[in-house]
């Protein structure tokens, strides 16, 4: 593998949604500009690159995954030539820009399904994946969609059903077909072209399925899949047949000669369904594939010692060579903050562990926007909700409005995430932000050393520092605690150990976990005292020794 591409191996990698990073134009919406604007406090983060959410041209019916064309900016966020400004921006302050390419399925108004519906003899028929009726007008099998009921829709024109695995405004592309394949390989090339170093592969899984449509099997192992929700009907059928087809290596492989044909570029797989790590170390595990894999894992565990050994040790056992990207949030999961905090301890002590934790394990980081500020989940009323997940399963499941909410950048009203419009007027943003938030802004933070943002900021500083930390191996200790997680860091003769305390109560660290001469790195660990050789771990301590 060429040193040329290596920065994103151990980086980390701030995702923004551009929906809700800053509104440089005053109509409520964040949009490229205002990234653009903002960019400095990203670089001053500390971090390797941007991860940037799609700001493609679309009806926005999922904000922006349902793509109308893949080489032009949606209006909402600005044109092409504010994304070459953001991304000469962004290489001035050495940060690596990231987009997503969303190959898997695009919007219904694109040129390429509004040609394909017209017939089935057409020169792009065969671009989507369409199917007749079952004898009984039923549609052509049991798959389900995310967003819940069939996988199917009629389309009254062509008189067929299409595939959609999301919205059905979403219909999945047919990547079987050379044709889409060589659109899409333009499109690679397009951005490539541009100065864009990477590409993160939205929902890589589904790009092929089974070309025979057979039923999908129900799961009889009582588990629910780290990307859905139990309340999810698709939870209960077993992807075999539906998602991760062993033909998408080929697809992978041919992407990959795309992007080793520019210096510098790299590949993130998004990867999910039935066993996420086993799928990325298939995806990321030879050279001629994808660099590295954004995996699901982390989303879907509770946060205790034993989800934690046990995900380590499924991690080492099948990843091998390859490489992860752990992140512990993002724009489709609840906030951290909400999603582990036990209700008893610290926040704050809390908010550094369970963000210091990820980025400790042996693999790459992506930070969600927010989790730097320890953001909440915001409690979206229904009538203000915009998520159509959400909105088909509340309230059991509220969807994903509640970690998409704006930044929150001062102490002004709406958090600072607006500029006022041409008439002089603040608009309301297109989600609500949290009094939380607002009290909790990127302002405050930044003036305060005991800010969450502050620990967060040293922490990226020294990691970025230690080789162990970036691209060491990674061993489990048996701690001797129920509650105490630890592992060692390492890379030729440094080595980190790394110790966590999930509890809500002190503990006395072991000292038969250290090495002889190993000291605390007392300005990177938090909550824990030292008293002569007797080391105490407050709750939810994070402790690292070298």
């Known amino acids: 593998m060429s040193d040329q591409i290596e920065w994103w191996r ?17 109509d409520g919406i964040g949009d490229l500009k205002g990234i653009t604007q903002k960019l400095d406090y990203v670089a001053d983060l500390g971090v390797d690159g941007i991860w940037i959410s799609p700001f493609f041209k ?5 904000f922006g995954y349902d793509v109308a064309d893949y080489r032009e900016v949606d209006p909402m ?38 040609e394909s519906r017209e017939s089935a003899n057409n020169a792009k028929s065969d671009w989507y994946i369409w199917a007749e009726a079952k004898p009984d007008g039923t549609p052509p099998n049991n798959w389900l969609s995310y967003f819940g009921g069939p996988a199917w829709t009629w389309d009254t024109k062509r008189k067929q059903y299409y595939l959609h695995h999301f919205l059905r405004e979403q219909p999945a592309l047919n990547i079987w077909n050379t044709d889409v394949r060589a659109e899409l390989i333009d499109t690679a090339r397009f951005w490539f072209d541009m100065g864009v ?21 129900a799961r009889t192992d009582g588990s629910t899949p780290s990307d859905l929700p139990p309340e999810n009907p698709l939870s209960m059928q077993s992807r075999t047949n539906s998602a991760n087809h062993a033909g998408t290596i080929e697809w992978l492989n041919i992407i990959r000669e795309i992007s080793d ?27 001629d594939r ?10 879907s565990c509770s946060y205790n010692k034993s989800d934690m050994e046990a995900l380590f040790k499924n991690t080492e056992e099948v990843i091998g060579t390859g490489w992860l990207c752990w992140s512990n949030s993002n724009h489709d999961v609840q906030r951290v903050a909400s999603r582990w905090y036990p209700g008893q301890g610290n926040q704050s002590d809390f908010n550094y562990q369970a963000s210091i934790l990820p980025m400790s394990m042996r693999g790459s980081y992506c930070m969600y926007q927010g989790e730097e500020l320890g953001f909440k989940e915001t409690d979206v009323p229904f009538e203000k909700m915009q998520d159509p997940y959400g909105i088909e399963f509340y309230p059991e499941f509220k969807g994903r409005d509640g970690c998409r909410t704006p930044m929150a950048w001062d102490h002004t009203e709406h958090g600072g995430f607006s500029a006022v419009d041409a008439d002089g007027n603040l608009p309301e943003p297109w989600l609500p932000l949290s009094q939380q938030h607002i009290e909790d802004n990127v302002s405050w933070q930044k003036e305060h050393e005991g800010s969450i943002y502050y620990r967060m900021k040293k922490y990226i500083a020294w990691r970025k520092k230690e080789p162990a930390m970036r691209t060491g191996a990674v061993e489990l200790i048996e701690s001797g605690e129920e509650n105490i997680l630890a592992f060692v860091r390492s890379e030729g003769d440094d080595h980190i150990m790394c110790v966590f305390n999930f509890s809500y109560e002190e503990k006395i660290m072991d000292q038969k976990l250290l090495k002889d001469g190993q000291k605390l790195i007392e300005n990177i660990s938090s909550a824990v005292k030292v008293e002569g050789d007797q080391i105490t771990l407050m709750p939810f301590a994070v402790a690292l020794f070298k």
């Open 261 to 287: 044909e520019y210096q510098d570029r790299a590949l993130m797989a998004e990867v999910g369904g039935e066993d996420a790590a086993q799928v990325a170390a298939n995806y990321v595990q030879a050279s």
């Open 58 to 62: 679309s009806p926005m019916k999922d």
């Open 197 to 217: 170093d990477g590409f993160r592969l939205d929902a890589m899984h589904q790009y092929l399925a089974d070309p025979l449509l057979r039923d999908n099997p």
């Open 77 to 114: 966020f600005g044109c092409l030539n504010d994304f070459k400004e953001l991304l000469d921006k962004a290489h001035s302050l050495n940060l690596k820009v990231m987009i997503d390419q969303v190959w898997s399925h695009s919007s219904n108004e694109h040129e390429w399904f509004i």
């Open 290 to 299: 994808f660099h590295f894999a954004y995996t699901f894992d982390l989303f």
């Open 10 to 26: 151990g980086g980390v990698i701030y995702q923004i949604y551009p929906r809700s990073f800053m509104d440089a134009n005053g």
